[in-house]
């Protein structure tokens, strides 16, 4: 995206090429982007034509299951001197969007939701630009902070958001990355808009998604005589939460070759089985963790004693009610739990029962339980996981090729 709108060439190395991705540079392309694959989809090169490069598109721009991609998006559509119509699958349309119109609409742009979600309709700025604001975010949200930062570019002045905790921060690194101007102090993200400069394209080598390595952290963790060693994993403070929570339920994690690519902290993460014990998790983590809640729920289950989980409505309102479908499935697995308005509370046991799982069309949910299986006295079946390809492609590959046994069946 933001090679998109920079003055000259810029060179994503590593990318992943999961369908929230592709679907993102398809939109892309409909808007004018000029964006190649070489080396085997290894690298895209996207050639930056500047900010006014960008034009409507005949056709609604489909985001597919993203709404990383819809949210930031709209940031990146607000106050164009064109139409467009951001749509997505059936699980997106049932996703909120209001809590990133709302502060769009405050900074002047014209952008209506369909009852609170998708489709969202942006219409062209009435006159002038953008205008600054100072939000003061309801709920800690990435997704929403980036796009009013990535609104805030086209904006006369400073835009500023304050977020009631910590939250990841890649947009902040790879703004400043590509030339803006942007500070984070005090839980207070502020970027100066461009007026009359451009972003400068840039070479950027993506980490390994340490969402992605989640599965595996576990995974190793819970079952017997295992060790891994993950390479060039994304190690951004803002992100670690997940490697926090498992040291806190006694896992053994360490972080080697510790070093810096393109703004981003990465590192080889070695981790060994151990013996989990349960824990309640400080609600500070939560946010730090959030999308990699769902398998850190099966760590728990495996964990000797009680485990607490709370600070964590936002799972009702992402791909599925993640608490909802997580409790459904662990009980299934013969898991003692108690499902609570923002979290959840589990009893660990030594080794879950098979059953059949339903994962509600979630990636994450999938995932999760393929790790659950793997200390299951019985096999266990998992519905609907295609879409898994939408942030992990080859995790069936990569989970057989480390010995788990999981394999797919045709319906």
Same mark, same amino acid.
């Given at each position: 995206?933001?090679?998109?709108?920079?003055?000259?060439?810029?060179?994503?190395?590593?990318?992943?090429?999961?369908?929230?991705?592709?679907?993102?540079?398809?939109?892309?392309?409909?808007?004018?982007?000029?964006?190649?694959?070489?080396?085997?989809?290894?690298?895209?090169?996207?050639?930056?034509?500047?900010?006014?490069?960008?034009?409507?598109?005949?056709?609604?721009?489909?985001?597919?299951?993203?709404?990383?991609?819809?949210?930031?998006?709209?940031?990146?559509?607000?106050?164009?001197?064109?139409?467009?119509?951001?749509?997505?699958?059936?699980?997106?349309?049932?996703?909120?969007?209001?809590?990133?119109?709302?502060?769009?609409?405050?900074?002047?742009?014209?952008?209506?939701?369909?009852?609170?979600?998708?489709?969202?309709?942006?219409?062209?700025?009435?006159?002038?630009?953008?205008?600054?604001?100072?939000?003061?975010?309801?709920?800690?949200?990435?997704?929403?902070?980036?796009?009013?930062?990535?609104?805030?570019?086209?904006?006369?002045?400073?835009?500023?958001?304050?977020?009631?905790?910590?939250?990841?921060?890649?947009?902040?690194?790879?703004?400043?990355?590509?030339?803006?101007?942007?500070?984070?102090?005090?839980?207070?993200?502020?970027?100066?808009?461009?007026?009359?400069?451009?972003?400068?394209?840039?070479?950027?080598?993506?980490?390994?998604?340490?969402?992605?390595?989640?599965?595996?952290?576990?995974?190793?963790?819970?079952?017997?005589?295992?060790?891994?060693?993950?390479?060039? &994993? /994304?190690?951004? =403070?803002?992100?670690?939460?997940? !490697?926090?929570?498992? #040291? *806190?339920? $006694? @896992?053994? +994690?360490?972080?080697?070759?510790?070093?810096? &690519? /393109?703004?981003? =902290?990465?590192?080889?993460?070695? !981790?060994?089985?151990? #013996? *989990?014990? $349960? @824990?309640? +998790?400080?609600?500070?983590?939560?946010?730090?963790?959030?999308?990699?809640?769902?398998?850190?729920?099966?760590?728990?289950?495996?964990?000797?004693?009680?485990?607490? +989980?709370?600070?964590?409505?936002?799972?009702?309102?992402?791909?599925?009610?993640?608490?909802?479908?997580?409790?459904?499935?662990?009980?299934?697995?013969?898991?003692?739990?108690?499902?609570?308005?923002?979290?959840?509370?589990?009893?660990?046991?030594?080794?879950?029962?098979?059953?059949?799982?339903?994962?509600?069309?979630?990636?994450?949910?999938?995932?999760?339980?393929?790790?659950?299986?793997?200390?299951?006295?019985?096999?266990?079946?998992?519905?609907?996981?295609?879409?898994?390809?939408?942030?992990?492609?080859?995790?069936?590959?990569?989970?057989?090729?480390?010995?788990?046994?999981?394999?797919?069946?045709?319906?």
């Amino acid at each position: 995206m933001f090679g998109a709108v920079a003055e000259g060439e810029t060179r994503i190395q590593r990318p992943l090429r999961g369908e929230d991705c592709l679907a993102t540079e398809a939109v892309l392309r409909q808007l004018g982007a000029i964006i190649q694959v070489q080396d085997e989809g290894q690298l895209l090169v996207v050639q930056g034509r500047g900010d006014g490069a960008l034009s409507g598109a005949r056709e609604p721009l489909d985001l597919g299951n993203s709404g990383t991609g819809m949210r930031l998006m709209a940031g990146l559509l607000a106050g164009r001197t064109f139409e467009s119509v951001l749509v997505g699958d059936r699980s997106l349309t049932r996703r909120p969007m209001e809590r990133v119109a709302a502060p769009l609409r405050l900074m002047g742009a014209d952008i209506q939701t369909t009852n609170g979600c998708p489709p969202v309709v942006i219409r062209p700025l009435a006159k002038g630009a953008l205008r600054p604001i100072h939000y003061q975010m309801p709920m800690a949200s990435a997704q929403v902070k980036s796009a009013i930062l990535i609104a805030g570019l086209r904006a006369t002045g400073e835009t500023s958001v304050t977020e009631p905790a910590t939250t990841r921060d890649h947009t902040e690194r790879m703004l400043r990355a590509f030339g803006a101007v942007v500070r984070s102090t005090g839980g207070i993200a502020t970027i100066q808009g461009l007026e009359r400069k451009s972003l400068q394209g840039q070479s950027i080598t993506v980490p390994g998604d340490i969402s992605s390595a989640a599965f595996f952290l576990v995974g190793a963790s819970v079952c017997p005589g295992s060790e891994l060693l993950l390479e060039a &994993v /994304g190690v951004n =403070p803002t992100r670690t939460g997940v !490697v926090d929570v498992l #040291r *806190l339920l $006694g @896992a053994d +994690i360490t972080q080697e070759n510790e070093r810096t &690519v /393109g703004g981003e =902290p990465v590192a080889d993460l070695r !981790v060994r089985s151990a #013996r *989990l014990q $349960g @824990a309640r +998790i400080p609600e500070h983590l939560v946010p730090l963790a959030i999308d990699e809640l769902p398998v850190l729920f099966v760590a728990a289950a495996l964990a000797e004693g009680e485990t607490l +989980i709370t600070g964590a409505a936002e799972l009702r309102v992402k791909e599925s009610d993640r608490l909802g479908a997580m409790a459904d499935g662990l009980r299934r697995l013969g898991v003692d739990l108690e499902v609570l308005r923002d979290g959840m509370r589990i009893r660990g046991r030594s080794r879950l029962e098979g059953g059949e799982i339903d994962s509600f069309g979630d990636h994450r949910i999938a995932m999760a339980f393929a790790v659950a299986g793997q200390r299951a006295a019985d096999p266990v079946l998992i519905r609907e996981t295609a879409n898994v390809a939408t942030s992990f492609p080859g995790f069936l590959d990569l989970a057989q090729a480390c010995g788990w046994r999981v394999h797919r069946v045709d319906a």
